[in-house]
Structures are given as structure tokens and as C-alpha cells.
């Protein structure tokens, strides 16, 4: 069957904002005299637990500590660093290469709409798309929740659309569901367990998107 869609997760697959996220809770960490284990990090990671659970594991070594107290550090340091960060090397080639063979394309992510919708439009890629699924409105990965909810927006079944993952919960949702996945894992997740995944590919510049079509 011909694929006819496409689906992207967003942080650390559209956008390496994940290594963002990360560098502003390990300097939250360090500022409260202690380190953020990244396998605490690595659990959590594609799903919607990360600051409750930086939040609890700070707790842990510093009691009392206000979770409000924390999230303008957090969101400033991570707007800092997020101020000149472009699409992922291949990305833009992967969208218009997509159009060019008039794929219907969406975004699945586990993070809210305030936060995909603004940066989709700040890195210019934001057109490329026919539908946002986001995790405030539907359950996140693992559940296969927003990839179900990509495919009905699409009009699409899962045997004909490929999704985009770069962390192992992201590709078990989009398993579940039932789409073929490719995982491009980032300077994050790339050390992480990617056997779910369909094809595994160090970056989006690795194979052109036209050999995955043909698969």
C-alpha cells in the first residue's frame, strides 16, 4: 500500500528543543546543589511526566521546595536557549519532499498547544502541516491517543502513513496505533532503545525521504 500521510512527533524529532528542556533543569538542579540524573530524565522523556517528575526528584533532595517557584526559571532558560534554534538538519527538505508528493502531513505531540503551535510558526514550518494533535487535548504517548487522532484528521489508515519518532515512548504509541515507524533519534536519545522502531536513521539527512516511500 502507498504511503498517502505522515506524521511528526515535535520536540527532539521536528526540533531538538528537548536538549533545551534538559539543560534548564539540570542548571534548576545544580542551582539547588545537586545533579539531575539523565535516567531519571531518559524515563519520562516524549510523555507528559517530565516536570512533575523533575519536580518530585528535586523535592527529594531539596524538601518543600515550591514546584511554582520554579517554572519562570525554567521557561526563561528555555526560551534563551530555544531563541535561535532552527528545524533538525533534513527537516525542511523531508516537508517540501513530502508536499512535492502531495503527502497529508501532521504533528503528534505530547506537549501542549501553546507550546507546539508558536514554535512551529517561529521556525517557518508551521504551513507544511494539515493538522496539530497535542496533549492537552488528547491523552500523550505512550498512548497511541494522538496518533489515532492524527490519522482521523488526515482521513488516513495506518497502513498507509509513516510516523516520525525520536524516543522509545513515541515510537510504542505510534506502534500501537498501527503506523509503520521511523525513530531519528537526537544528541538526547540516540544511546536509548529503539528496537520497536520499523527503521532507525542517525538523522534526517541520513536517507532522503523518497527511500522510505518506496519501502
Not at 515512548?169 to 529503539?194: E, M
Request: hydrophobic share 45%; net charge negative; charged share 20%.
Amino acid at each position: 500500500m502507498p504511503t498517502r500521510a505522515l506524521v511528526f512527533d515535535f520536540d527532539g524529532t521536528l526540533a531538538d528543543t528537548e536538549s533545551a528542556v534538559l539543560q534548564a533543569w539540570q542548571a534548576i538542579f545544580r542551582e539547588h546543589g545537586t545533579e539531575l540524573p539523565l535516567a531519571a530524565w531518559y524515563a519520562v522523556i516524549g510523555t507528559q511526566r517530565t516536570t512533575p517528575a523533575m519536580v518530585a526528584l528535586l523535592g527529594e533532595h531539596v524538601p518543600g521546595i515550591d514546584p511554582d517557584s520554579l517554572r519562570p526559571g525554567l521557561r526563561t532558560h528555555v526560551l534563551r536557549l530555544l531563541e535561535d534554534l532552527g528545524p533538525r538538519d533534513g527537516v525542511r527538505r523531508y516537508l517540501e519532499t513530502a508536499r512535492e508528493h502531495g503527502l497529508k502531513l501532521a504533528v503528534a505531540s505530547s506537549s501542549s498547544g501553546a507550546w507546539v503551535n508558536p514554535h512551529l510558526e517561529r521556525l517557518g514550518i508551521d504551513h507544511h502541516f494539515d493538522a496539530v494533535l497535542t496533549g492537552d487535548l488528547h491523552r500523550a504517548k505512550p498512548d497511541p491517543d494522538l496518533y489515532l487522532a492524527a490519522l482521523d484528521a488526515l482521513g488516513a489508515d495506518a497502513a498507509e502513513t509513516i510516523a516520525f519518532e525520536d524516543t522509545p515512548h513515541g515510537v510504542t504509541s505510534a506502534k500501537a496505533a498501527g503506523l509503520t515507524c521511523v525513530a531519528v533519534p537526537n544528541a538526547i536519545t540516540r544511546n536509548l532503545d529503539f528496537g520497536q522502531a520499523d527503521v532507525v536513521l542517525p538523522s534526517f539527512t541520513a536517507k532522503p525521504l523518497e527511500a522510505l516511500l518506496s519501502r
